[in-house]
């Protein structure tokens, strides 16, 4: 059965929806990071999804209007006007890059926009990337080849 790419949802329904569709026996991936908020008088770590109004289900073709039984459900993400299909690989490397493989051995501070590094350890073993943003705290990499832009921690790849 394919990974369908990706269920729309309403706005902040990620989670619940994939909690519904979870319970009605359909097998979800919701990718989700815990991000610090500061409020005027607190901060607070919460649970977000990883891409907003989306989450990914591995169904059938034939079973593909039962989705449409969820709260929040919207429709199904289209390329060349069919349904847009995710590989087991690629959803293997977002849970890997989640449960926080290494993106490389290199130094941050070497790096700077637009540069070109390659992943030497995990699931993205051997991908290549642009580096989008160096900041203080985060690193933006671009991997052209699965269509996706990746946020990482600095304090995890050094």
Known sequence: MPWYVVVRTKPQHEIKTAQFLEKAGIEVFCPVITEVRQWSDR??????????????????????NAIFNAPGV??????LQKPAIA??????AIRSWLNNDRLGDFQVNQLKE?????IKSGKMTNKKAI???VG??????ILNELGWTLTANIQDLV
């Open 74 to 79: 919207l429709g199904f993400l289209k390329w």
């Open 136 to 141: 203080n705290k985060k690193l933006k990499l």
């Open 114 to 118: 637009g540069d070109e590094v390659e």
């Open 87 to 92: 590989k087991d690989d690629e959803i293997e």
């Open 131 to 133: 580096v989008k943003e």
């Open 43 to 64: 901060k607070r770590k919460v649970t977000v999804p990883l891409f907003k109004s989306y989450i990914f289900v591995k169904i059938q073709e034939k079973d593909r």
